[in-house]
């Protein structure tokens, strides 16, 4: 297997994932036709940081579901194949753009969530910070559904919103990652949203090679030194008696 030659040749190994990493734990995805987040709603009108501001009640109908969704969601197979290829010394971080903590929950414990999670909300009057128990307990009791802070401001989940910037420090060690590894494994990320998807760059100006794992198309598939779209879960359980690791 192309993919485990990679990975035993290479000194550092790091994971990029995206949202198709998580969709066989029932998570949708963003943009797939028919069942992804944004096919009946325009991430513009309830996912940005402008239509928080202005709407909160709005934003939250929308959200508060998706915080139903996602609190009780497992790590599947594929999470737990990475967590695996850690424990193994065979890879050094997990970078991520989802936002459902199933890394790690699935026993990775050197995972960027460059996107933020949704384990916390915090109010932007004040600073104060709610862990997400406590903040479905405040939505549910709030008679419009907007949990707020005990100064009466909205909360807003500690994740990154449309129009927001990302966490720099979080950003900033994903790119030292990237920069400083010999093998970037990108799974179940389309790689068009920027600035994470300009990440295999970072790690093939640096030297190093990228591998992608994903069902569609990327920019950088022509330039991947391994390139699989099969079943993610697939993939990576393959990968692993390649590798001869066991879960």
Known sequence: MQLAELIREAGSVVALTGAGISV?????DFRSPGTGLWTNVDPMEVAHIDAFRRDPQRFW????????????????????????LERAGLLDA??????????????????IEVHGSIASSSCLECGASYPIADVRAR?????????????????????????ELLPVAALARAERLAAAADLLLCIGSSLEVYPVAGLPEVTLSAGGKVAIVTQGPTPFDAVASARMSGDVVEE????????????
Do not use: M, W
């Open 236 to 247: 990576l359980e393959a990968l692993l008696v390649a590798l001869d690791v066991t879960r």
């Open 24 to 28: 066989p734990s029932g998570i949708p």
């Open 94 to 111: 997990v970078i991520t753009q989802n936002i459902d903590r199933l890394h790690g929950r699935a026993g990775s414990t050197d995972v």
């Open 139 to 163: 939505q549910a009791e709030a008679a419009q559904g907007v949990p707020r802070c005990d100064c009466d401001s909205p909360l807003k989940p500690d994740v990154v919103l449309f129009g």
């Open 61 to 84: 109908s929308f959200y508060g579901e998706r915080f139903q969704t996602l609190e009780h969601k497992q790590p599947n197979r594929a999470h737990l194949a990475l967590a695996a």
